[in-house]
Structures are given as C-alpha cells and as structure tokens.
T-cell receptor, first 112, second 114 residues
Framework: KQEVTQIPAALSVPEGENLVLNCSFT??????LQWFRQDPGKGLTSLLL?????REQTSGRLNASLDKSSGRSTLYIAASQPGDSATYLC???????????FGKGTTLSVSS | GAGVSQSPRYKVAKRGQDVALRCDPISGHVSLFWYQQALGQGPEFLTY????????KSGLPSDRFFAERPEGSVSTLKIQRTQQEDSAVYLC????????????FGDGTRLSIL
C-alpha cells in the first residue's frame, strides 16, 4: 500500500529565507506527483504537477523535483514571504491516475 | 469561470441521521473525485467518477457511504446513519481528463456529527 510521508511536520522561518520541504513515498509506481497548498478552512490549490517521466517543474519562486527511483520529492521555495504561510501537501497519483494519495502536510509559517 | 462549488459549507447532524453533500464541478470537467480530510491529516480518497460512471469506489469506508453523478456533472455524496467518526471535511475535486491534469478542489463541506 502506497504511503506518503512529509518532513518536517511544521516549519517556521523569517521572511526572505529559502526553504525546502520534503516528501517521500514507498511505491515508485506512480503516475504523477503534485504539490498543493491549503489555507485554513479552504480547499487545496495545485502548485506544481510533475509527471512520472519528468525530473522537475518550476513556477515562479517554486521548484519541485522528483526522484522516482528513490521515492523522493522536494519543494523548494525561494525568498519566502509571509503570504507563503500555509500547509503544503504532497500527493502521488496511483498508476491508473484515478486517485491521489496524500501526505499529512507541512505547516509553514513565515514571519515578517 | 467558476471553480468547484460545494454545499453546504457546514453541516451539523445528530448521530443516526442521513446527510447529503453536493458538488458542482468546473463546467466540462470529465473527472470528479471525493476525498475525506480528518483534522490535522491529509485528504483520503473516497471515490472517482468519469462522466456519470463511478470507476473507483475503493476508498468508501463502509456501505453507509454512497456517491452518484447521474448526469455526469453535479455529484452528491450521501452518508446514511451517520456516526461520530464521520465528522470530517469532505472535499470534492474535478479535472478535465483522467490523468496528468491537476485536480481543482472546492472549499469542502465541514461535517460535524453530534
């Protein structure tokens, strides 16, 4: 059974710092990997989607990498801002592409 | 265009009552997903529709949970004889096609069973 783990569970940084969030998964037979952001009381916002054949994706200050063979992904946030404060969730898609399996998330707090 | 819309936003029910949660996906999206998110946890997959066909219901926790999408657009998740452990946020997501497309999530329905 696929399991997704995110480390750390919580992270507090001062504004301007670069940071890395980690995600690991137990079964490398995935269709894709997605990073989401969730604000309190809200749904999930898709940040980046990496297909299983890709190694990384970039969007603005965000960069996500995927190493399928080792079962790892990282989300790099450059020059963090207070508006980046949220919970970040990593999810892998099953081979059929019909379901996402999520980690518990990393709660990020960026102080000004 | 509008995003995924879920109603109600909050639902309080007494143990044993039946509840129905509604999801309006983004217009034209073929795929629709339901997830359950307990407090402090990541969402857990419940079921998946492609148009009106329910292709995967492996995540439904018991036969008290039932989902439908009769015309391939709006979906309803029904929970019969609710129990306290059903208290959670129920999230709906849609995407244009089956695979390799980001899922777009609604804000969820927070269900509290007393």
């Amino acid at each position: 059974k696929q399991e997704v783990t995110q480390i750390p569970a919580a992270l507090s940084v001062p504004e301007g710092e670069n940071l890395v969030l980690n995600c690991s998964f137990t079964d490398s037979a995935i269709y894709n990997l997605q990073w989401f952001r969730q604000d309190p009381g809200k749904g999930l916002t898709s940040l980046l989607l990496i297909q299983s054949s890709q190694r990384e994706q970039t969007s603005g200050r965000l960069n996500a990498s995927l190493d399928k063979s080792s079962g790892r992904s990282t989300l790099y946030i450059a020059a963090s801002q207070p508006g980046d404060s949220a919970t970040y969730l990593c999810a892998v898609s099953n081979q059929a592409g019909t379901a996402l399996i999520f980690g518990k998330g990393t709660t990020l707090s960026v102080s000004s | 265009g509008a995003g995924v819309s879920q109603s109600p936003r909050y639902k309080v029910a007494k143990r044993g009552q039946d509840v129905a949660l509604r999801c309006d996906p983004i217009s034209g999206h073929v795929s629709l997903f339901w997830y359950q998110q307990a407090l402090g946890q990541g969402p857990e997959f419940l079921t998946y529709f492609q148009n009106e066909a329910q292709l995967d219901k492996s995540g439904l926790p018991s036969d008290r949970f039932f989902a439908e999408r009769p015309e391939g657009s709006v979906s309803t998740l029904k929970i019969q004889r609710t129990q306290q452990e059903d208290s959670a946020v129920y999230l709906c997501a849609s995407s244009p096609r089956q695979a390799n497309q980001p899922q777009h999530f609604g804000d969820g329905t927070r269900l509290s069973i007393l």
